[in-house]
């Protein structure tokens, strides 16, 4: 019988440990502390001042610098070389695609009474599209909501929307995955773009309804009185 002489275990080296990343004292409670003390000295210095309702026409000198400047994007619309060359071409270009989207699938193109593509077509193009990225069962639901915008009379309204999306969609893959790859690739532009993302984030998504219905001249055309 031999016996079985156990051999010391030699200690690991620095090299082969696990690297383990010491994190660094964030400090929240001292941050979460000045936050506060910040918005204490701000409510007693604005306590009871200003807060009354104010008349429909008194405005404040904040309101009428936006007024001044709504006023000054709508008069350089007409002849400024950006709002007027860069920004009104390019609307004009959407526009144009989007009319001839609407004579392919949504408006009657004279003579004829149906569009390009005909009802049956767009129908057969949606449902094809949902079988091929989802499946039959993709394709059944869409192909019976798209007739159904026909029999319930909503057949233009629906798919101009469907067109309206599909561009907006289209716009935003173009702009936004540049973006993200230059994000990705530069450290800058990540510092750059992301607290103006995490502001965006913060904000209500109507609220960039107002700088595009005035930059862009979305909106309803004025009427001559």
Not at 141 to 154: A, E
Not at 183 to 210: C, E, H, K, N
Not at 212 to 221: C, E, K, M, N, Q
Request: aromatic share 10%.
């Amino acid at each position: 019988m031999t016996a079985v002489v156990a051999t010391p275990e030699r200690p690991t080296l620095k090299e082969e440990q696990p690297y383990v990343e010491v994190e660094k004292n964030r400090h929240t409670l001292l941050k979460l502390g000045v936050v506060l003390a910040v918005w204490v000295v701000g409510w007693a210095l604005v306590s009871g001042n200003d807060t009354l309702a104010r008349p429909v026409n008194d405005l404040t000198g904040f309101q009428d610098w936006l007024n001044q400047l709504r006023d000054n994007v709508q008069v350089a619309a007409t002849d400024n070389w950006f709002f007027h060359g860069v920004i009104g071409n390019f609307v004009d270009g959407v526009n144009n695609l989007f009319v001839q989207l609407q004579r392919l699938f949504s408006t009657p193109a004279p003579p004829r009474p149906v569009p390009e593509v005909g009802w049956l077509g767009v129908v057969a193009i949606l449902g094809w599209v949902a079988y091929a990225v989802a499946s039959w069962r993709a394709a059944v639901l869409v192909v019976v909501s798209v007739l159904l915008f026909g029999v319930l009379g909503y057949w233009q309204e629906s798919v101009d929307l469907l067109i309206i999306t599909a561009l907006a969609v289209g716009l935003c893959i173009v702009i936004g995955l540049p973006i993200g790859i230059a994000m990705a690739r530069r450290g800058w532009v990540s510092a750059l773009v992301t607290p103006l993302l995490d502001v965006m984030q913060t904000m209500p998504s109507f609220a960039y309804l107002i700088p595009f219905a005035l930059i862009f001249s979305i909106g309803p055309p004025a009427r001559s009185s």
